[in-house]
């Protein structure tokens, strides 16, 4: 059993930068792949980035990449997703979520957190 906290959403102008951690909880952390998704108002869960267990691999979505970093720090079971150039199309709920293997599936994901919320504002 895995248990995730995010933290670190908030208000922000367009532009600008946050970074979103996602704290474990349980056992064998490296083990997980990580994936952030997010759902903006109105809208279906997407996918935003994802990391393997090793860090070796990562994937992100066409609409952040070279914007947005996935990093894990496995020795403290956390996940963080820096989010630079933040736009207003970015405002989501944001969740963070582990599974056996790297995907941009939601359903290969087991665990959620229950999300943060991040809001751009032009």
């Known amino acids: 059993q895995v248990q995730l906290v995010e933290s670190g959403g908030g208000l922000v102008q367009a532009g600008g930068s946050l970074r979103l951690s996602c704290a474990a909880s349980?056992?064998?952390?490296?083990?997980?792949?990580m994936g952030w998704f997010r759902q903006p108002p109105g809208k279906e869960r997407e996918f935003v980035a994802a990391?393997?267990?090793?860090?070796?691999?990562?994937d992100y979505s066409d609409s952040v990449k070279g914007r947005f970093t996935i990093s894990r720090d496995n020795a403290k079971n956390t996940v963080h997703l820096q989010m630079n150039s933040l736009k207003p199309e970015d405002t989501a709920v944001y969740y963070c979520?582990?599974?056996?293997?790297?995907?941009?599936?939601?359903?290969?994901?087991?665990?959620w957190g229950q999300g943060t919320q991040v809001t751009v504002s032009s």
């Open positions: 990391i393997s267990g090793s860090a070796l691999s990562t």
């Open positions: 349980g056992r064998r952390f490296s083990t997980y792949a």
């Open positions: 979520a582990a599974g056996s293997i790297l995907s941009t599936r939601s359903g290969r994901y087991n665990y």
